[in-house]
């Protein structure tokens, strides 16, 4: 998709610091870390949301890679979350999949 930030990361026309790829996803540091760590896991390729997202084959290499720059952060011994925000409710503002892995400190449940 032309307009979209995250295929411009993807294709490289957008600088983005890469923290690991595999077949089907990238993971990048967010722009604006909400928590000491706070990395975006997207697929490859464009889906505007999990709305999207059809029999889960696109997201299988999303989850894979979250959870080994999970581990590769420490966070396999501390804890941590993934977030897909999906629309208007849940303030999506990027219309490319993204999963969020947060981590490096306690969370409250559930979220507001
Ligand atoms: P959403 O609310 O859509 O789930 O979150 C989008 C996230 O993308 C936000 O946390 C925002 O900081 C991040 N973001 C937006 N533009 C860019 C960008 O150009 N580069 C990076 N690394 N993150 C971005
Ligand atoms: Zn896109």
Redesign the pocket.
């Known amino acids: 998709m032309d307009d979209c930030?995250?295929c411009k990361?993807v294709a490289g026309k957008?600088p983005?610091k890469k923290l690991g790829e595999n077949e089907g996803a990238i993971a990048?540091?967010?722009?604006?870390?909400?928590m000491p760590v706070?990395i975006?896991v997207i697929p490859k390729r464009h889906l505007a949301s999990l709305d999207e997202v059809g029999d889960g084959t696109v997201m299988a290499p999303v989850f894979a890679l979250a959870a080994q720059v999970a581990r590769e952060q420490g966070l396999d011994k501390t804890g941590w979350r993934a977030?897909?925000?999906t629309g208007r409710d849940?303030?999506?503002?990027?219309?490319h999949v993204?999963l969020?892995v947060f981590g490096g400190r306690r969370m409250s449940w559930p979220p507001g």
């Open positions: 930030i995250f990361i957008i983005a990048f540091p967010d722009i604006k870390p909400e706070h975006l977030v897909i925000n849940a303030n999506q503002v990027v219309l993204h969020h």
